[in-house]
């Protein structure tokens, strides 16, 4: 799925949590919007609430919004 090795606290976060609500939910992106993560996707638990990280990968790419090399790894407020 993914051509490059995640961070280290990413790498943490999924080996102690497997995704989750985090503690911080703020984060500010790029050009200095703060933006709220609801929570971070499971790798591979099935939900009958939400999708794992592989199933949202795959419907991403088969409809066509969800480039190589993109790994969807948390819902935001608004469910992207």
Known sequence: I???TPPNDFIDLYLNTNGGTPSKPFIKNSVGVFIRIKRFLPIAVESEFSRNIEETVALGRSRGFLP???LPFAIDEGGN
């Open 2 to 4: 993914l051509q490059a």
């Open 68 to 70: 190589e090399g993109i």
